[in-house]
């Protein structure tokens, strides 16, 4: 067994199902009811089972930027974390608030002694935030905490819906 407190923070892209993802933890693009909904949040929900609905039923919703924490019931990861991502507007709060979906995932998981989480790319499916700006907001929120807690040893993947998604996240990591 890997000692979690000796891994090193790392961040890496892989096109996949992050409902299959093997990490202590996955990352809910969910909407403010956290009651299930579509794209990845749908997806989340019926691969975790009725469980998950029950126990989000509980906790009230969610704000805008922050992040809530549920068991992973049926899915292969022993967490969730649903964040809340920004609806695109174009305005100076969308990255803002973006950053902080991934920050407080981030912070919600140290909290719990998770080391090995998965992102989707919150907001940019039906929120409309376009993929090159998401993906560097993201990268810039990740890459700070990262800076911020140096030795908690967290393991991020970029749980890349599709090639195009992966390209992306590889290009602006590259800069």
């Not at 969910?30 to 909904?37: F, H, I, V």
Request: charged residues 25%.
């Amino acid at each position: 067994m890997t000692d979690k407190k000796a891994l090193t923070n790392t961040i890496n892209f892989r096109t996949m199902d992050i409902t299959k993802s093997e990490t202590e933890c996955i990352v809910n693009a969910a909407n403010r009811s956290l009651l299930g909904g579509g794209g990845v949040d749908g997806a989340i929900h019926r691969a975790a089972g009725p469980e998950l609905l029950r126990e989000c039923r509980t906790l009230n919703g969610c704000e805008t930027g922050e992040a809530k924490i549920t068991k992973g019931y049926r899915l292969k990861a022993d967490y969730v974390i649903h964040t809340v991502g920004p609806v695109y507007s174009g305005s100076d709060r969308d990255p803002v608030l973006l950053g902080n979906c991934y920050r407080n995932s981030l912070n919600l998981a140290r909290d719990n002694n998770i080391h090995t989480i998965a992102f989707p790319a919150i907001s940019t499916g039906v929120y409309g935030y376009p993929l090159q700006e998401a993906t560097e907001v993201a990268l810039n929120a990740i890459m700070d905490w990262f800076r911020e807690n140096p030795s908690y040893g967290m393991e991020v993947t970029i749980a890349c819906f599709d090639d195009r998604t992966h390209r992306t996240y590889e290009k602006c990591s590259e800069k």
